[in-house]
């Protein structure tokens, strides 16, 4: 069974288009994510929601909107699509853990990414 | 925020040899966590090391983190062609923001027959 899994895979599209890509994680886990991996690899937290409430929203730009309609999915739609949010998208999932001495440990488990192209 | 550097940025080895990458960071590290991607794949969680310093060890790769040197290194020895991919280091930044991991770069492996 896939524990976190993304719809769709790829995703080609025009700019000033709208598209959403989706996110589903079998694992119970209470927080969930969303990166975006440009085309140097390098990897950057968009959103974090846990228990179905935004608690990490970065310096994204309005045309991004995350939304989890139960803490299992979330959802990430991108309005007036731009040539620069061309990259990989991860969602990820974790479940606080109680880790040793006083700090906790997140560790993430990765969705396979949504390749989103847009020309 | 977090500056998290990775070296070397890519590295070939040849199929049985060891190799380390290193992963440093600009601010204390409350937790590191080494995970690898494949082409094409989500990242695959490796390991997780906690601010205070420890080391950690599964088949043949050994992660330590050197709290006084805010660094970490990934180690893996004799390489196999499986050990091939995208390592990435991410960082826990802090009390005010748990589970925001914060990546480095990533050093690409390639290992030759």
């Known amino acids: 069974d896939t524990a976190v899994s993304q719809t769709p895979k790829y995703l080609v599209t025009q700019m000033g288009n709208d598209k959403s890509i989706k996110c589903e994680q079998n694992l119970g886990h209470d927080t969930m994510y969303w990166y975006k991996q440009d085309s140097k690899k390098f990897l950057k937290i968009m959103f974090s929601y846990n228990n179905k409430e935004l608690i990490i929203n970065e310096t994204v730009p309005n045309r991004f909107s995350p939304k989890s309609p139960d803490k299992a999915h979330l959802n990430l739609h991108i309005n007036s699509l731009e040539l620069g949010d061309s990259a990989v998208y991860f969602c990820?999932?974790?479940?606080?853990?109680?880790?040793?001495?006083?700090?906790?440990?997140?560790?993430?488990?990765f969705g396979p990414g949504t390749r989103l192209t847009v020309t | 925020s977090q500056e998290l550097e990775q070296s070397p940025q890519s590295l070939i080895v040849q199929e049985g040899k060891n190799l380390t990458i290193n992963c440093t960071s600009s601010k204390t590290l409350y937790g590191l966590y080494w995970y690898k991607q494949k082409y094409g794949e989500g990242l695959i969680f490796l390991m997780m090391l906690q601010k205070g310093g420890e080391e950690k060890s599964h088949e043949k790769i050994t992660a330590k983190l050197d709290e006084k040197k805010q660094q970490s290194s990934l180690h893996i020895t004799a390489s196999q062609p499986s050990h091939a991919g995208i390592y990435l280091c991410?960082?826990?930044?802090?009390?005010?923001?748990?589970?925001?991991?914060?990546f480095g770069a990533g050093t690409q492996v390639v290992v030759t027959p």
């Open positions: 991410g960082a826990d930044i802090g009390p005010d923001s748990w589970g925001k991991l914060q």
């Open positions: 990820a999932s974790s479940q606080e853990i109680a880790g040793q001495g006083a700090y906790p440990s997140y560790e993430q488990y």
